[in-house]
T-cell receptor, first 109, second 114 residues
Framework: LAKTTQPISMDSYEGQEVNITCSHN???????ITWYQQFPSQGPRFIIQ???TKVTNEVASLFIPADRKSSTLSLPRVSLSDTAVYYC??????????FGQGTELSVKP | DSGVTQTPKHLITATGQRVTLRCSPR?????VYWYQQSLDQGLQFLIQ???????AKGNILERFSAQQFPDLHSELNLSSLELGDSALYFC?????????????FGEGSRLTVL
């Protein structure tokens, strides 16, 4: 069963780049790595997904090393509205999509 | 708007009772997932259905059951409710059952057991 580990919380300031790392030592060969953002009392929202190397979209970048045992979500120039919980999600090869415990990001002015 | 609809949004009931939560996935999505999120906790995977069939099972209690109907909507049944069942229950849908691609989450059903 793929288990993920993330930092419980992180603090940042507006305009800074934030990097959140997720460890997933038991990731299966066919599993994708996906990151979600969640605001209080709302459903999670998709941020980015990757399988290996680097993926970039309009809001974030995802770095995955060759061994795929970890991944790093990079948020460039965060703003106050980026204050949220960020979840790393990997499949366990059997169809169960397991979320990590989440990283609570607090962005300060 | 994710396109996933969950009803009811809020539900208050008593211990020992039974409730049904309903989820309508995005148009075209065959896969439905149920997650439980207790206060200040992470998202716990309960169960996944794909095109009417159970595909994966997580930490779902025996008092809970789910199904996906031919029109692809899904229901999560919670019985013999306990105080600890109070939580936000999220439904998500996707096209790909393996997790490739995006999961679209509904806004959740908040269950309060008194």
């Amino acid at each position: 069963l793929a288990k993920t580990t993330q930092p419980i919380s992180m603090d940042s300031y507006e305009g800074q780049e934030v990097n959140i790392t997720c460890s997933h030592n038991n990731i299966a060969t066919n599993d994708y790595i996906t990151w979600y953002q969640q605001f209080p009392s709302q459903g999670p929202r998709f941020i980015i997904q990757g399988y290996k190397t680097k993926v970039t979209n309009e809001v974030a970048s995802l770095f995955i090393p060759a061994d795929r045992k970890s991944s790093t979500l990079s948020l460039p120039r965060v703003s106050l509205s980026d204050t949220a919980v960020y979840y790393c999600l990997v499949g366990d090869g059997g169809g169960k999509l397991i979320f990590g415990q989440g990283t609570e990001l607090s962005v300060k002015p | 708007d994710s396109g996933v609809t969950q009803t009811p949004k809020h539900l208050i009931t008593a211990t020992g009772q039974r409730v049904t939560l309903r989820c309508s996935p995005r148009s075209g999505d065959l896969s439905v997932y149920w997650y439980q999120q207790s206060l200040d906790q992470g998202l716990q995977f309960l169960i996944q259905y794909y095109n009417g069939e159970e595909r994966a099972k997580g930490n779902i209690l025996e008092r809970f059951s789910a199904q996906q109907f031919p029109d692809l909507h899904s229901e999560l049944n919670l019985s013999s409710l306990e105080l600890g069942d109070s939580a936000l229950y999220f439904c998500a849908s996707s096209v790909d059952p393996r997790g490739a691609g995006e999961l679209f989450f509904g806004e959740g059903s908040r269950l309060t057991v008194l």
